[in-house]
């Protein structure tokens, strides 16, 4: 065929042209390669040593390092050797402390006891004082307020002792003073107060019965200009005043004289008075007393229709519930403790 032919000529051309014994293309390829594994290699023995390089200098440091670190062990080890034997010192020296501070402790304890024994003794005294001053307050005076003051002294005084032997004046001191606390005590002054306001409406207060000099006239008249005027008036007033006709009430148809008027209101006051004396006292007794007689003697002799008598009439019952004297708690057990407690550390040698 002409194709055949013709491609047979082109090799046949090719072949020609070839000069010498012609070279492997596969050969140049596996040059090229190993050539190019050599250059590779050649790169990674380089950083290789590098990487060596870098070890060697960091072995070197940590040489280094390792020298100055036995260096410091020594010297470690030196000061270690010197403070034991410094402490070995020091230990034989703490030997002797205990004896030592036996001695010193011995010794403050006697000073101790020279210097508290007198404290002690003024302390319990002191406070001996106050438990009694407490009673006599009460027990005189009812003053409940200074008796819980001063034996609330005495228990302050007796607590800056560490003194085993007042424990227990404590404990009975503290349920006295519980006991005392619990008494609700009065306010004189204000029940003072209200008695004195009711004897001061006294000579306001209305009596039972018509006065003697408001039964003979009703009002004055005033006097006629003229002489006989005034002659004629007073000779009818007189006729008038013989025989006189007036309505008065049940309460008011016995006549009151001024002298009686006034002896009603300065016995109600004399009363109230009473009332007065016994709440400063305090005497219960005498304060019940004196209200319930002054609140009778005004349901007695005082018109009791009228407002200002009944309002006085509710201020005395109110007064009289008004308890002055309450009931006082027994105390001193706490005192006569104290006093056994002293009497005792006296008779001690």
Same mark, same amino acid.
Request: a negative charge.
């Given at each position: 065929m002409p194709m055949s032919a013709e491609i047979e000529s082109l090799s046949t051309d090719l072949k020609s042209r070839? +000069? *010498? +014994? *012609? %070279? !492997? +293309? $596969? /050969? %140049? #390829? /596996?040059a090229v390669i190993g050539l190019l594994l050599a250059v590779y290699a050649h790169w990674r023995f380089g950083q290789f040593d590098e990487r060596i390089d870098r070890v060697r200098g960091q072995v070197a440091e940590l040489r280094a390092t390792n020298d100055r670190l036995d260096a410091r062990l020594q010297a470690l080890a030196a000061d270690l050797e010197s403070s034991r034997s410094t402490w070995r010192a020091e230990v034989r020296s703490l030997r002797e402390v205990p004896e030592q501070l036996d001695a010193l402790s011995s010794s403050v304890e006697e000073l101790r006891a020279r210097t508290e024994t007198p404290q002690r003794a003024w302390v319990r005294a002191e406070a001996l004082y106050l438990l009694e001053l407490a009673e006599r307050r009460l027990r005189l005076e009812r003053d409940v307020e200074t008796a819980? %003051? #001063? $034996?609330? !002294?005495a228990d302050a005084r007796l607590a800056t002792l560490n003194d085993p032997a007042v424990r227990d004046v404590r404990a009975k001191l503290a349920l006295e003073l519980t006991a005392l606390r619990a008494v609700r005590v009065p306010d004189i002054a204000d029940v003072l107060t209200r008695i004195g306001r009711l004897e001061d409406e006294v000579p306001g207060l209305p009596v039972i019965g018509m006065p003697a000099s408001q039964a003979r006239r009703d009002k004055p008249q005033a006097e006629a200009p003229g002489v006989f005027e005034r002659a004629w008036r007073r000779i009818r007033q007189a006729l008038h005043d013989v025989v006189s006709l007036r309505r008065i009430e049940p309460a008011t148809a016995r006549l009151v004289t001024q002298e009686e008027e006034s002896l009603r209101r300065q016995h109600l006051e004399l009363l109230l008075f009473g009332a007065r004396v016994a709440a400063m006292q305090p005497d219960g007794a005498a304060y019940a007393q004196s209200l319930r007689a002054a609140d009778a003697w005004l349901q007695q002799y005082f018109d009791t229709a009228r407002p200002e008598v009944e309002a006085a009439s509710r201020e005395l019952a109110a007064l009289e519930l008004t308890i002055i004297e309450p009931p006082l708690p027994a105390i001193g057990d706490a005192g006569r403790l104290l006093q056994g407690v002293i009497r005792g550390s006296n008779s001690t040698p």
């Amino acid at each position: 065929m002409p194709m055949s032919a013709e491609i047979e000529s082109l090799s046949t051309d090719l072949k020609s042209r070839r +000069p *010498g +014994p *012609g %070279v !492997s +293309p $596969m /050969l %140049v #390829a /596996l040059a090229v390669i190993g050539l190019l594994l050599a250059v590779y290699a050649h790169w990674r023995f380089g950083q290789f040593d590098e990487r060596i390089d870098r070890v060697r200098g960091q072995v070197a440091e940590l040489r280094a390092t390792n020298d100055r670190l036995d260096a410091r062990l020594q010297a470690l080890a030196a000061d270690l050797e010197s403070s034991r034997s410094t402490w070995r010192a020091e230990v034989r020296s703490l030997r002797e402390v205990p004896e030592q501070l036996d001695a010193l402790s011995s010794s403050v304890e006697e000073l101790r006891a020279r210097t508290e024994t007198p404290q002690r003794a003024w302390v319990r005294a002191e406070a001996l004082y106050l438990l009694e001053l407490a009673e006599r307050r009460l027990r005189l005076e009812r003053d409940v307020e200074t008796a819980i %003051v #001063a $034996m609330e !002294s005495a228990d302050a005084r007796l607590a800056t002792l560490n003194d085993p032997a007042v424990r227990d004046v404590r404990a009975k001191l503290a349920l006295e003073l519980t006991a005392l606390r619990a008494v609700r005590v009065p306010d004189i002054a204000d029940v003072l107060t209200r008695i004195g306001r009711l004897e001061d409406e006294v000579p306001g207060l209305p009596v039972i019965g018509m006065p003697a000099s408001q039964a003979r006239r009703d009002k004055p008249q005033a006097e006629a200009p003229g002489v006989f005027e005034r002659a004629w008036r007073r000779i009818r007033q007189a006729l008038h005043d013989v025989v006189s006709l007036r309505r008065i009430e049940p309460a008011t148809a016995r006549l009151v004289t001024q002298e009686e008027e006034s002896l009603r209101r300065q016995h109600l006051e004399l009363l109230l008075f009473g009332a007065r004396v016994a709440a400063m006292q305090p005497d219960g007794a005498a304060y019940a007393q004196s209200l319930r007689a002054a609140d009778a003697w005004l349901q007695q002799y005082f018109d009791t229709a009228r407002p200002e008598v009944e309002a006085a009439s509710r201020e005395l019952a109110a007064l009289e519930l008004t308890i002055i004297e309450p009931p006082l708690p027994a105390i001193g057990d706490a005192g006569r403790l104290l006093q056994g407690v002293i009497r005792g550390s006296n008779s001690t040698p």
